[in-house]
Structures are given as structure tokens and as C-alpha cells.
């Protein structure tokens, strides 16, 4: 399990996005993940798999057909 923005190597972190106005009529987003010098996947559900040490960029865009998104990066450190 991680917290926060950082991961060990072969953990899961649940990510979550603050959806507002809080009476959307739509509050579901699409997830995606970009690799950068580590590696992971996403599901559509937000957990985040971690792969290989370094940053990921973790984002999050609203299906609502706004194309709003937000994203964060993510970091991914030795497994203990």
C-alpha cells in the first residue's frame, strides 16, 4: 500500500479526484498513467500498480465531455 504521492515497487495506491461543483451531474472520470522514469498501470477504477522505481504522472479527465482533467505525479521507491 502507498500514501500520499509515493509507492514502493510492487505496491497499490487507490487514487481519488475531487469532483465540483459537488452536484455534477456527472461525477465519473477516466484514469491514465504516462510513464516517466518508473513505471506503472492504472484501472479504470483509480488503483494504481506500481512497476518499476521513479516518477509517474497519474491523471484523471471527467467524462463528462468537458475534457477537464487534473493530474499528479506519483513517486515509486525501492520495495523494502
Known amino acids: 500500500e502507498g500514501s500520499g504521492t509515493t509507492v514502493a515497487e510492487g505496491g497499490t495506491l487507490h487514487m481519488n479526484a475531487a469532483i465540483t461543483p459537488s452536484d455534477a451531474a456527472n ?15 492504472i484501472t479504470s477504477a483509480g488503483l494504481l500498480q506500481a512497476g518499476t ?7 484523471a479527465t471527467a467524462k463528462d465531455g468537458s475534457n477537464v482533467s487534473g493530474q499528479l505525479q506519483v513517486t515509486i521507491t525501492a520495495a523494502e
Open 27 to 41: 461525477k465519473s472520470v477516466e484514469w491514465s498513467v504516462t510513464n516517466g522514469t518508473g513505471t506503472a498501470t
Open 53 to 59: 522505481q521513479g516518477t509517474v504522472t497519474v491523471k
